[in-house]
């Protein structure tokens, strides 16, 4: 079965601008959580979402902000870039509530300039 | 607080040698989580085993094998005969809220596995 897709896969951008990122889950799976990952503080935990709703949050700043359909692919944005947002962005899905394994994509890699 | 420590941050073996890959955690909560996960080239992060904090026995799936030591708050992981294709960055993580998705990584190991 398909894993978890996320678009697109690399993309570059310049301060202050805003960027999209999106995330399929495995069909069947409702929770999307996403991560951030950097050189310098390794892997962080941004959001998660189940059936549509913010469930829990990174701390991270308000310019950092997500959504799920009621297909549960997901989204996330980021708006007036910095640098420092350069990253490796990681989407997670897993089916239900229970703590359990969290199936992650391949990640979408934002280059800020 | 939560927190994961990997000491250990780059480890080079040569094939067929065994290696550990050592995890310490910090948390208030009687209930808890502990996972490791293998990032390849690649990127995407690849499940190896969950642990929650009531199973205290150890675990062995092939080559891999699983350590935990409550009293000495340590999750440590071992692959024996290790191969060129164990060559990745290994992330230790824990869970403190049942149900959720907020994980809390150590800050990985990286294994270079040499022919």
């Known amino acids: 079965k398909a894993g978890v897709t996320q678009t697109p896969r690399y993309l570059i951008k310049t301060r202050g601008q805003q960027v999209t990122l999106s995330c399929s889950p495995i069909s069947g799976h409702r929770s999307v959580s996403w991560y951030q990952q950097t050189p310098g503080q390794g892997l962080q935990f941004l959001f998660e979402?189940?059936?549509?709703?913010?469930?829990n949050k990174g701390n991270f700043p308000g310019r950092f902000s997500g959504r799920q359909f009621s297909n549960s692919r997901s989204e996330m944005n980021v708006s007036t870039l910095e640098l420092g947002d350069s990253a490796l962005y990681l989407c997670?899905?897993?089916?239900?509530?229970?703590?359990?394994?969290?199936?992650f994509g391949e990640g979408s890699r934002l280059t800020v300039l | 607080a939560q927190k994961v420590t990997q000491a250990q941050t780059e480890i080079s073996v040569v094939e067929k040698e065994d290696v550990t890959l050592d995890c310490v955690y910090e948390?208030?909560?009687?209930?808890?989580?502990l996972f490791w996960y293998k990032q390849p080239p690649s990127g995407e992060l690849v499940f190896l085993i969950r642990r929650n904090s009531f199973d205290e026995q150890n675990e062995i799936s092939g080559r891999y094998s699983w350590n935990f030591q409550k009293s000495t708050s340590s999750f440590n992981f071992t692959i024996t005969a290790s191969q060129v294709v164990d060559s990745a960055v290994y992330f230790c993580a824990l869970i403190f809220q049942t149900g959720a998705n907020n994980l809390f990584f150590g800050t990985g190991t990286r294994l270079t596995v040499i022919p």
């Open positions: 948390t208030r909560d009687t209930t808890y989580y």
């Open positions: 997670a899905s897993k089916r239900g509530e229970s703590t359990g394994e969290l199936f």
């Open positions: 979402y189940f059936s549509e709703t913010q469930r």
